[in-house]
């Protein structure tokens, strides 16, 4: 039983803003704009008490300040970002209220340095920003490729029920590239029809859940056979280790 009810907001031409609600008031976790917030909110009758930034880029950040200032709601973000200094800096193993539930706090640096995501068991809910996508990953900007993978993998060690709130619509574009790496992957195929689907109806594949990742995306899959047999055939594993495996998919993935 969850006692918050998520929904996107969209933003841009396909980021979500994540709307935690419980009663009138709310959350909203990475806000790139102002008006789709303050319409969602003024629909709903929601008095906006907390904003949630997992990292620094405009996209996740640039309505901020003006939805702090038109609300009075408290920040919350990471301690060492170029977007702060937030209201409340968070580190690793911090914990934040969002209207009474608890999100515990990982440092997952690879996309930028200073991501972090924001996890509740009960809830069963993570907010992962730009680190994993539904059947991807965000590109490696500012870390290195084992700093991504690692922090990839401390997501993966969640809760195989845990649904994975990440921050744009990549799915489709996620799941084709899959296919390239894993052709033979009967849940990868089966779940890409499922989205296909959905996305015909214009709704959202977003939220996935992380048991469900490990079976189709292929950046959590480093260990998998056919996959490094596909590196392999394709020259591009240079070094067959998790962390080889990991950076020949994303760079295959940064040219495809």
């Given at each position: 039983?969850?006692?918050l009810?998520?929904?996107?907001?969209?933003?841009?031409?396909?980021?979500?803003?994540?709307?935690?609600?419980?009663?009138?008031?709310?959350?909203?976790?990475?806000?790139g704009?102002?008006?789709?917030?303050?319409?969602?909110l003024?629909?709903?009758?929601?008095?906006?008490?907390?904003?949630?930034?997992t990292?620094?880029?405009?996209?996740?950040?640039?309505?901020?300040?003006?939805?702090?200032?038109?609300?009075?709601?408290?920040v919350?973000?990471?301690q060492?970002?170029?977007a702060?200094?937030?209201?409340?800096?968070?580190?690793?193993?911090?914990?934040v209220?969002?209207?009474?539930?608890?999100?515990?706090?990982?440092?997952?640096?690879?996309?930028?340095?200073?991501?972090i995501?924001?996890?509740?068991?009960d809830?069963?809910?993570?907010f992962?920003?730009?680190?994993?996508?539904?059947?991807?990953?965000?590109?490696?900007?500012?870390?290195?490729?084992?700093?991504?993978r690692?922090?990839?993998?401390?997501?993966?060690?969640?809760?195989?029920?845990?649904?994975?709130?990440?921050?744009?619509?990549?799915?489709?574009?996620?799941?084709?590239f899959?296919?390239?790496?894993?052709?033979?992957?009967?849940?990868?195929?089966?779940?890409?029809?499922?989205?296909?689907?959905?996305?015909?109806?214009?709704?959202?594949?977003?939220?996935?859940?992380?048991?469900?990742?490990?079976?189709?995306?292929?950046?959590?899959?480093?260990?998998?056979?056919?996959?490094?047999?596909?590196?392999?055939?394709?020259g591009?594993?240079?070094?067959?280790?998790?962390?080889?495996?990991?950076?020949?998919?994303?760079?295959?993935?940064?040219?495809?």
């Open positions: 039983m969850h006692n009810t998520i929904s996107p907001i969209r933003a841009f031409s396909d980021n979500y803003i994540w709307l935690i609600v419980k009663g009138n008031q709310g959350f909203v976790v990475d806000p704009e102002a008006p789709p917030v303050m319409a969602a003024q629909d709903l009758g929601v008095q906006l008490t907390g904003i949630l930034v990292h620094h880029h405009f996209d996740h950040t640039g309505a901020v300040a003006d939805l702090q200032q038109a609300t009075g709601c408290g919350w973000g990471p060492s970002s170029p702060g200094p937030f209201e409340h800096t968070l580190i690793e193993g911090d914990t209220s969002v209207l009474g539930e608890r999100f515990t706090v990982f440092e997952v640096p690879g996309h930028t340095v200073d991501h995501a924001y996890y509740s068991a809830e069963e809910a993570l992962c920003g730009d680190t994993l996508f539904v059947g991807g990953c965000g590109r490696v900007f500012e870390g290195t490729p084992p700093q991504m690692a922090s990839l993998e401390k997501l993966s060690r969640l809760p195989a029920a845990t649904r994975v709130f990440c921050a744009h619509e990549y799915t489709l574009a996620n799941l084709h899959a296919t390239l790496v894993e052709p033979e992957n009967i849940d990868l195929q089966e779940f890409l029809v499922v989205c296909e689907q959905q996305r015909a109806l214009d709704q959202p594949t977003v939220p996935s859940r992380i048991g469900a990742e490990l079976r189709y995306n292929p950046f959590l899959r480093w260990d998998s056979p056919a996959i490094r047999q596909t590196l392999k055939d394709q591009r594993l240079s070094e067959d280790t998790p962390d080889g495996v990991f950076a020949a998919v994303r760079e295959w993935k940064n040219t495809a």
